[in-house]
Structures are given as C-alpha cells and as structure tokens.
C-alpha cells in the first residue's frame, strides 16, 4: 500500500497506512475465529469439508425385527449398506475386500503404535495417492485416505503411507496442522474465495447435477401415460407405411421441441454469461491481489511442516519394521496421477495436511512448497536403497526412449504399417 501510495500520489499518508493495518488485522482475527467455529468438531468437520466417505461399522442391533400380524420374524439385514456419506456394515468382515485391507491395516497399527484407532474415511472420487490425519484429541481424530492410494498401494506400500499418518499423530502434528489452519484462514480465505477456476468448476458440477436429478425425475405415471397414449394413436394401423409416416411426423416434432428448448437454454446461457463477465474480473483482479497473502501462508507452511514429514517417514519405518515407506514414495514416484488431487475443497487450506504434495504448491522444491520432493525423502530414509531406484527408473527410461526411435525409424523406412 505504501508502494502504491508513493507511485501515484505526492506522498504516503499515514492515516491510510493505519487504516490498511487495522482493516487487515480485523480481517485476519475475524476469518480465522470464523474458521475456528466451523472446525469445532475437529476432524470429523475436515472430513465433511472435503466431502469423505466414512467406513462405518454399526452395532446398534444385531437384527431387525418386523412385524407381520400375530408372529414375528427375524430377518438379517443386508451386509453392506452404500449412501453418499457413509459405507456402514455389521461387521468388519462385511466390507469390500478394498476396504477390509484399508480397516485391518489401520486397526495393526494403531496396536503397534499404541494408540486409539481413528475414524476411518475414504475419498472415492479422487485417484491420486494421498491421506491425512486430522483432530484436536483421540474422539475426533480422523484418517482420510484416497481411492487412488486403496487401489494402487501393495500391502506394504499401505503399511507405509497409514504408519506415516500414524507418525503425525504421535509427534501431535494432527493436532498442530488444524491450528495451523485455523490461524491462516485470514490470510487463505480470501484468495480461495476469488478462485474463478474452482468456483467455475463447482458451478458446472452443481448445473450437472441438477440436469442429473432432473432426468431421473419423471415419474412412471408420466412413462405409463405416454405409453397409453402412444397406443390409443396406433392401434388402427395396418400397414407398414402408416407407421413410417407415424415416426417421421414423432421425430419431426420432437426435433422441433429440443431445438427451441437448445435456444432458450443458449439464451439464458448467454444472459447468465454478460451477468456474470463484470463480477469475473473483479474476482480475477482480487484473486491477483490475494495472491501475496496465499504465498505468505505457504512459507509459514513450508516453514513448519517439511520436517514434521520426514520425521513421520522415521516413525512410519519404525511402526513397520521395514521400508514399506519407501514403497509407497515409489509408487507416487511412477504412477501417473502420483499424489494430486482434484475435487477436494479448499486445497490451499489444506496442503500441508497430506502425505504428499497435493498440486497445489507452487514448486515442488520451491520456498513455497509444504512438503519435501519425493526424491528428498526417499534419500532421508534410505540413500542406496533410492540410488538403486534412481537407476533402474533412469535406465527404464532410456530403453523406452530407444524403443520410440526405433519405431520412428521403422515408420520412416516404411517398416511398419
């Protein structure tokens, strides 16, 4: 601000400096107490914040009962039962085998660690490999882990990545990352409010989903009533011809029907578009503006957290009696989504919780970056054992570069078809 004011005006006025100060402290303290609200509840607010699927295991009752007259029976309710916040079965044994390997996991190691096993989560819709531990004490502390990790991992590169989390929560870092939080919703807020990528995104999914629902509306009277109708119209026909001309005149009429409906969703569209265009590049300048902010916010990350994660890559070798923390560091090395992810809600907030890099640091070895490159940590753990790696990757790779040129050769010559 005082940069601004001397570039554009005679001289900087204090009072306006002052102004700035106390409209940025207010606006820190406020956000991050109105964060402090909503995480009241600790991990089990992150794990709806970021919209996780709980594994949940009910033991309310063991049958239900229903009635049917003068006698009853028992009937055993089915084992495992889906909605779009919770996988919930009777035992742990009735899980998807996916699943069951996620649970008993986790439930060895929280032995091995001493420690009271958390609420377990899974982020269905992402493929990238990641997870993290949130919560202020052992009641709400949670561990969310992608699909991508579930169905990717091998038994032992699973053992590392839950060991790591289980690392963060004995050296208290679940705990500490959601303060962390707390404290630097002020500065994140704003630059996450003013995305004009995720909240476009979010608009488009949330317009599909209402063109989803609507679809899948019609009721079976409306079904029943058109298929009556269209019986009552051809119950005379005899020939052939008559039920061409029939059909022609049906799809003529329903073209009709679909193109002005085309039109008038082309200019609603259109309107929403001019209405919208004068807010998009006020929140494009102030997402701009707010970007100083996020990148302050990422250094205070990067400044506490890189050594808070090789630190949980020690514990997690040794939880395991083994390097499976390296295997998991492998296969986000080589598969191709590694750890990024995409439909998680306010990602710059969260980055420093993950086990890996999420996307959304600027850098992998950059100052902003809130964990160590996957390199770094693998040598932290074990240098020869990453040396090795290092090689075959490097020598992998220069035998599929000598395979594409061999084919290009062969498609140059003629060779190949």
């Given at each position: 601000?005082?940069?601004?004011?001397?570039?554009?005006?005679?001289?900087?006025?204090?009072?306006?400096?002052?102004?700035?100060?106390?409209?940025?402290?207010?606006?820190?303290?406020?956000?991050?107490?109105?964060?402090?609200?909503?995480?009241?509840?600790?991990?089990?607010?992150?794990?709806?914040?970021?919209?996780?699927?709980?594994?949940?295991?009910?033991?309310?009752?063991?049958?239900?009962?229903?009635?049917?007259?003068?006698?009853?029976?028992?009937?055993?309710?089915?084992?495992?039962?889906?909605?779009?916040?919770?996988?919930?079965?009777?035992?742990?044994?009735?899980?998807?085998?996916?699943?069951?390997?996620?649970?008993?996991?986790?439930?060895?190691?929280?032995?091995a660690a001493g420690l009271r096993m958390p609420i377990l989560y899974v982020l269905p819709?992402?493929?990238?490999?990641?997870?993290?531990?949130?919560?202020?004490?052992?009641?709400?502390?949670?561990?969310?882990?992608?699909?991508?990790?579930?169905?990717?991992?091998?038994?032992?590169?699973?053992?590392?990545?839950?060991?790591?989390?289980?690392?963060?929560?004995?050296?208290?870092?679940?705990?500490?990352?959601?303060?962390?939080?707390?404290?630097?919703?002020?500065?994140?807020?704003?630059?996450?409010?003013?995305?004009?990528?995720?909240?476009?995104?979010?608009?488009?999914?949330?317009?599909?989903?209402?063109?989803?629902?609507?679809?899948?509306?019609?009721?079976?009277?409306?079904?029943?009533?058109?298929?009556?109708?269209?019986?009552?119209?051809?119950?005379?026909?005899?020939?052939?011809?008559?039920?061409?001309?029939?059909?022609?005149?049906?799809?003529?009429?329903?073209?009709?029907?679909?193109?002005?409906?085309?039109?008038?969703?082309?200019?609603?569209?259109?309107?929403?578009?001019?209405?919208?265009?004068?807010?998009?590049?006020?929140?494009?300048?102030?997402?701009?503006?707010?970007?100083?902010?996020?990148?302050?916010?990422?250094?205070?990350?990067?400044?506490?957290?890189?050594?808070?994660?090789?630190?949980?890559?020690?514990?997690?070798?040794?939880?395991?009696?083994?390097?499976?923390?390296?295997?998991?560091?492998?296969?986000?090395?080589?598969?191709?989504?590694?750890?990024?992810?995409?439909?998680?809600?306010?990602?710059?907030?969260?980055?420093?919780?993950?086990?890996?890099?999420?996307?959304?640091?600027?850098?992998?070895?950059?100052?902003?970056?809130?964990?160590?490159?996957?390199?770094?940590?693998?040598?932290?753990?074990?240098?020869?054992?990453?040396?090795?790696?290092?090689?075959?990757?490097?020598?992998?790779?220069?035998?599929?570069?000598?395979?594409?040129?061999?084919?290009?050769?062969?498609?140059?010559?003629?060779?190949?078809?």
């Amino acid at each position: 601000m005082a940069l601004l004011l001397t570039l554009f005006t005679d001289g900087i006025y204090y009072w306006v400096l002052v102004l700035v100060i106390v409209w940025t402290l207010a606006g820190f303290i406020g956000w991050s107490f109105l964060e402090y609200r909503r995480l009241k509840s600790g991990g089990r607010a992150i794990a709806q914040r970021v919209g996780a699927v709980r594994l949940f295991i009910d033991n309310s009752q063991d049958a239900w009962k229903h009635s049917q007259g003068v006698t009853h029976e028992c009937t055993s309710p089915e084992k495992v039962r889906y909605s779009a916040r919770h996988i919930a079965v009777r035992d742990e044994r009735d899980f998807p085998p996916i699943y069951r390997r996620y649970y008993e996991t986790a439930q060895q190691l929280a032995i091995a660690a001493g420690l009271r096993m958390p609420i377990l989560y899974v982020l269905p819709d992402e493929q990238g490999i990641n997870g993290f531990v949130a919560g202020r004490h052992s009641q709400d502390m949670v561990m969310i882990v992608t699909q991508g990790a579930l169905d990717k991992l091998s038994d032992d590169a699973l053992y590392g990545l839950i060991g790591h989390e289980y690392g963060h929560i004995l050296h208290g870092d679940a705990r500490f990352n959601l303060q962390l939080m707390v404290v630097l919703a002020g500065l994140q807020i704003v630059y996450d409010w003013s995305d004009p990528i995720s909240n476009s995104s979010h608009r488009s999914r949330y317009a599909d989903y209402n063109d989803v629902s609507q679809n899948t509306l019609s009721s079976q009277k409306s079904i029943d009533r058109q298929a009556r109708s269209t019986e009552a119209e051809t119950e005379n026909f005899m020939s052939h011809s008559d039920w061409i001309a029939y059909w022609r005149a049906h799809n003529q009429a329903q073209n009709r029907k679909s193109s002005a409906k085309g039109h008038s969703r082309q200019l609603q569209h259109r309107h929403v578009v001019n209405r919208e265009a004068p807010r998009s590049i006020w929140t494009l300048l102030l997402h701009g503006l707010s970007f100083s902010s996020m990148a302050s916010a990422q250094l205070i990350k990067h400044s506490f957290n890189r050594q808070r994660e090789l630190l949980a890559d020690a514990t997690s070798v040794q939880l395991t009696r083994s390097l499976a923390v390296m295997e998991t560091l492998k296969t986000i090395h080589q598969d191709s989504h590694g750890s990024r992810l995409s439909s998680v809600a306010d990602i710059n907030g969260l980055s420093h919780f993950f086990f890996a890099s999420s996307g959304a640091d600027l850098g992998d070895v950059s100052w902003f970056a809130t964990h160590p490159s996957l390199a770094e940590r693998m040598t932290a753990v074990n240098s020869s054992a990453y040396h090795d790696f290092a090689v075959q990757v490097a020598r992998d790779k220069r035998l599929n570069q000598q395979k594409i040129d061999t084919i290009y050769e062969q498609r140059r010559l003629g060779g190949v078809a």
